[in-house]
């Protein structure tokens, strides 16, 4: 399995840069967690547009799923140009209503709900999720593929069920969005929390992502390589990595 990050920042991308998105690859096929803004001109520099089947979205902010209203415009450009795409299937929390409501396009784009712990097939990836601890709906998603586990919090704080969620992840793609004077603002995870929930769910890699466009990655890396004894990554955007 590989993954590729098309965007790490939050609430919205700096000059360069772009919002939350991660290609997720295994054996000859692909889905994408999150579509934020700037994902969709990252994505096309590593699969056409028909390579890609499913998105998942974890929440409906406009910095996790914004592209997905530009997406759309190209997969139905493709099937009125007569290429081969059946559509993609967009799973997504079912509220706000009126976002999700705007998730399904013609024939391009196709909305399915997200429920707490449903499970589901998607060709070699087995995917579970579980909702997180944020002001608005969201879900960890954990992907399988009978070899290795990625498991994503989303945007959550720290809760100890997401622990038993990611446990054995080979690789946990952690939001790690505070400094450590903005411990306790809802929702989200500082360094060390991140780290935290890393060494509680035995994990193997942690990779930290989710970054507001002011802040130092290395110093949020640097807190949670104190708090666990995995090593510790910090997203780099267009890089792929082995999970």
């Not at 991660?22 to 999150?34: C, H």
């Not at 579509?35 to 990252?42: I, L, M, P, T, Y």
């Not at 802040?215 to 949020?220: E, F, I, R, T, V």
Request: aromatic content about 8%.
């Amino acid at each position: 399995m590989k993954l590729t990050i098309l965007g790490r920042y939050s609430p919205y991308p700096p000059a360069d840069g772009a919002c939350p998105g991660y290609l997720v690859t295994s054996k000859g096929e692909s889905l994408l967690l999150d579509c934020g803004s700037g994902v969709v001109a990252r994505l096309q520099r590593h699969i056409e547009f028909a390579q890609l089947k499913v998105v998942i979205l974890s929440h409906l902010h406009g910095d996790h799923c914004s592209d997905i209203q530009v997406l759309r415009y190209a997969i139905d450009q493709d099937i009125r140009s007569q290429v081969d795409h059946p559509g993609i299937t967009v799973y997504a929390p079912p509220e706000p209503d009126e976002e999700f409501r705007r998730l399904a396009y013609k024939k391009a784009l196709w909305a399915r709900s997200l429920t707490d712990g449903q499970q589901f097939t998607v060709g070699p990836f087995r995917v579970r999720v579980q909702e997180t601890d944020h002001p608005l709906t969201c879900f960890a998603v954990r992907i399988e593929d009978g070899q290795h586990t990625l498991t994503y919090t989303g945007d959550t704080a720290f809760f100890p069920q997401l622990a038993e969620f990611a446990r054995g992840s080979d690789l946990l793609l952690a939001e790690a969005s505070l400094s450590p004077t903005e411990e306790g603002f809802r929702g989200h995870m500082t360094g060390a929390q991140a780290g935290h929930l890393a060494e509680a769910a035995r994990v193997k890699q942690l990779m930290l992502t989710h970054f507001w466009p002011a802040s130092d990655p290395k110093s949020l890396a640097n807190a949670a390589s104190d708090m666990t004894a995995a090593p510790v990554w910090v997203a780099e955007e267009d890089q792929t990595y082995s999970v």
